[in-house]
């Protein structure tokens, strides 16, 4: 029997806060024993309802439960429809015989000479997966259906602006609103001059060993963290030298260690534990005290620098938490000189355009690229048509593609394999854009631990993709994955951190003083330099601690960093450090480019030198 306990961790540990708590855990644990439902199915069922709803808060409220039950009702229903009804599940090969007039029974008994229809039985596969649109994998609706993504009144509403008006004036207006005669008739637009190109090598290459990590690997990569941050406050010269906080001491101290809990549970004033270098120091975890501070915000794996006293040897006592490493810091010093050497590996570079930072036009958009009730990928074909309308001289696609959570992926009822969906649906599409664009446009991808066709592994490889005429367009990163377009430096990470950090952060603001709750989780990243500095990760993440260290680094700080997440979408600049040393950063979440059985958002961004210039469109389709 579900408990309370049991259903607030799942609605927890999926990043939902509850308002009127004992109510609604009431009627949750209703749901369960009249539906017959597990704690997590129950969540589960929760999120789809949130996400048909495309709703952005992500508190549970009591007045939204009696519609949740309509929807749990709606599941039950169909449930049973399926499981009574008998229909059969026709294939390429079943609709191809009744197409035939070859009675089913009768197949193997007919034996003539293949004609122009029989011999579509054993169709190329591309060919068989593009007939499958029709029948196979769209949940029995045909392409000539209308879906409710292609109910929508307006296409392409700018959502959010942000940058000078001069560049919004040259961008046009966004907000077309075009007929379906407009749709099938679209001028080829020239793009802008073509953008370089590198790629950062230090993520994982594709066919890479993994999840072959001993315990000392992960204890290696805790122990080079630490040093490494204790070493780069130490050469900022600004604080005093570093002392063991679990010894005894009756003066003021300085010491660098790692957030750690206490537990299982998440962080609380009574479970915060400093744990300190073994190389430097003993390595023993102490209790932290941090209510004399009126300001901080904390995680597990969080690598932070305290002041404060330990008189007693059992609380070490902060006056002072600093938890942005200093900008002198040089992430790969532990790199050999050949691996130096070889960090960045062109694609192609045009010399005139290496030379300066230069104007740099991106369209980012996040999967998953279809709705939840087919595979026809339609919000994929308006993004490229939108494309196709006002190019960018960048298109990126962060995953997932082949969604593993899509239900039809999840009930394996297509009838195509996942590498084959992917290739037809996805590169195919992608394909005839850059074919259709020309030279002067490229495309990155960026693969996702939720993509059912790629590795389930953290550091991810990027997807393995040859087509060799268009090898220097269309490119794929590694799963975090860092480039520069025309010396503008992008860093960008598909993983979710920005809601797994919200569920495990600690922090006190003074009263009465506003705060930007996602900008200071984007924050945490480049203060950390580590596109996941959560420790221990969720047991959801499949958590590489010998490809982590390096994968997860980030060097420099990025002009633009990506971070896709289910919260609600937003473009920020975030000023790390302090006064005109401190250094500024584009972060972009574009949100998912479908919600539920809707459309989601993408981003359109120029960046122009700096922060201070450029322009970003949040785009609702």
């Not at 069922?45 to 949740?68: A, P």
């Not at 300085?254 to 957030?259: C, H, K, Q, Y």
């Not at 601690?545 to 997440?565: M, N």
């Not at 972060?587 to 120029?606: D, H, I, Q, S, Y």
Request: charged share 25%; aromatic share 8%; with cysteine.
């Amino acid at each position: 029997m579900a408990t309370n306990e049991e259903i607030k961790k799942e609605f927890s540990r999926s990043g939902f806060a509850l308002a009127e708590e004992d109510e609604i855990l009431q009627r949750c644990v209703t749901l369960c024993i009249n539906y017959s439902l597990k704690p997590s199915e129950l969540v589960s069922s929760w999120e789809l309802y949130h996400l048909n709803r495309q709703s952005i808060d992500q508190t549970v409220k009591n007045e939204e439960m009696d519609g949740f039950l309509l929807h749990l009702q709606n599941q039950q229903k169909e449930s049973i429809m399926k499981e009574e009804s008998g229909l059969h599940i026709y294939s390429n090969r079943d609709v191809d015989m009744l197409l035939d007039g070859i009675p089913e029974d009768t197949e193997d008994e007919i034996v003539t000479t293949p004609t122009s229809k029989s011999q579509r039985l054993l169709p190329d596969p591309f060919d068989s997966i593009s007939k499958s649109r029709d029948y196979g994998y769209s949940t029995g609706k045909s392409v000539g259906h209308v879906t409710p993504f292609g109910q929508r009144g307006q296409k392409f509403v700018v959502r959010f602006n942000i940058g000078d008006a001069a560049a919004q004036a040259e961008n046009g207006d966004n907000n077309d609103v075009e007929n379906s005669e407009d749709d099938m008739i679209i001028k080829k637009v020239q793009t802008r001059r073509r953008c370089s190109l590198k790629v950062n090598g230090l993520g994982p290459e594709p066919g890479c060993r993994f999840m072959y990590y001993r315990t000392e690997d992960r204890f290696d990569s805790l122990e080079k963290r630490i040093v490494r941050h204790a070493d780069a406050f130490a050469a900022s010269g600004l604080y005093e030298e570093q002392v063991d906080p679990a010894v005894a001491s009756q003066r003021s101290i300085f010491s660098v260690g790692m957030i750690c809990c206490d537990g299982e549970g998440v962080l609380n004033d009574k479970s915060i534990l400093l744990q300190s270098s073994a190389e430097r120091t003993s390595g023993q975890r102490v209790p932290l005290d941090l209510n004399r501070l009126n300001q901080f915000s904390i995680f597990p794996g969080q690598i932070v620098g305290i002041e404060g006293q330990n008189p007693s040897g059992h609380y070490f006592t902060a006056s002072k938490l600093l938890d942005t490493v200093p900008l002198t810091l040089t992430v790969d010093v532990d790199l050999p000189p050949a691996k130096k050497q070889n960090l960045d590996q062109e694609v192609l570079t045009l010399a005139e355009e290496s030379r300066e930072k230069s104007e740099v036009s991106f369209i980012i958009a996040s999967g998953p690229f279809t709705t939840l009730d087919n595979l026809l990928f339609e919000p994929l074909s308006e993004l490229l048509a939108h494309a196709k309308r006002k190019p960018p001289q960048l298109l990126l696609l962060l995953g997932p593609f082949v969604d593993s959570n899509h239900p039809e992926i999840e009930k394996g009822a297509v009838d195509a394999s996942f590498s084959e969906i992917f290739q037809v649906e996805v590169i195919r599409r992608v394909q005839e854009y850059v074919e259709f664009m020309g030279s002067e446009v490229r495309v990155v991808l960026v693969p996702s631990l939720r993509d059912a066709n790629h590795d389930f592994i953290f550091p991810q490889p990027p997807f393995d993709i040859h087509i060799p005429d268009l090898e220097h367009q269309i490119t794929s990163l590694s799963n975090p994955g860092t480039f520069e377009a025309n010396q503008v430096k992008v860093g960008c990470c598909t993983v979710d951190v920005l809601k797994q950090l919200s569920v495990e952060e600690m922090s006190r603001n003074p009263s009465g003083v506003p705060t930007d709750r996602l900008g200071r989780l984007a924050s945490h990243l480049l203060r950390q330099r580590s596109f996941y500095p959560l420790y221990p990760p969720p047991e959801s993440l499949p958590y590489d601690s010998r490809l982590a260290p390096q994968a997860l680094q980030i060097s420099s700080i990025p002009d633009i960093l990506l971070l896709p997440s289910d919260m609600k979408y937003f473009v920020k600049v975030l000023s790390i450090g302090e006064g005109e040393d401190a250094a500024k950063c584009v972060c972009v979440n574009p949100g998912r480019l479908a919600k539920g059985e809707g459309a989601g958002t993408f981003v359109e961004l120029t960046y122009k030198g700096d922060p201070e210039s450029m322009h970003a469109s949040v785009i609702s389709i």
